[in-house]
Structures are given as structure tokens and as C-alpha cells.
């Protein structure tokens, strides 16, 4: 399962890490999120998981109110 994030468009809302913080954190430097294992290319990080996750990083894509994290099998 792959995660894609807009980082860029991150609005700092906080909602993926109140849905899985193994995964997602707060910038202390800029107040956006940060995916936690995820490799940057350009201004999209990405980052490869195992199916375990799928339920909880699902929550946090819904959760985002911008729509900037994506779930691909």
C-alpha cells in the first residue's frame, strides 16, 4: 500500500495525527504534518506501509479537510 502527500498543501490542521500519530506528526518547524517514513520527490512525499495500516491512515485521508493524502494499493 503506498501513501502519497501533498505536503505543500498542508494546512496544520492536525487531523491525521489524531488518526494514526505512528505514522503522522507535527512540524515543529513549519506547523505541517509530517509522514513519518516517507521519502520526498519534487514536493509529493511518499511513503510504502503494510496492509496493517491501511484502516487508520484511511482515516486520516478522510479526515484531511484540504484532501491532500491519497491511499493506492
Known amino acids: 500500500m503506498r501513501i ?7 494546512i496544520g490542521c492536525n487531523y491525521c495525527v489524531e488518526a494514526w500519530p505512528e505514522r503522522w506528526q507535527m512540524s515543529k518547524r513549519d506547523g505541517k504534518c509530517v ?13 510504502e506501509v503494510g496492509e496493517h495500516e491501511r484502516e487508520f491512515n484511511e482515516r486520516a485521508a478522510a479526515a484531511c479537510p484540504v484532501g491532500i493524502i491519497r491511499i493506492d494499493d
Do not use: I, N, P, S
Open 4 to 10: 502519497t502527500f501533498y505536503r505543500d498543501k498542508c
Open 35 to 47: 509522514l513519518v517514513g516517507g521519502k520526498k520527490k519534487g514536493r509529493v512525499h511518499r511513503a
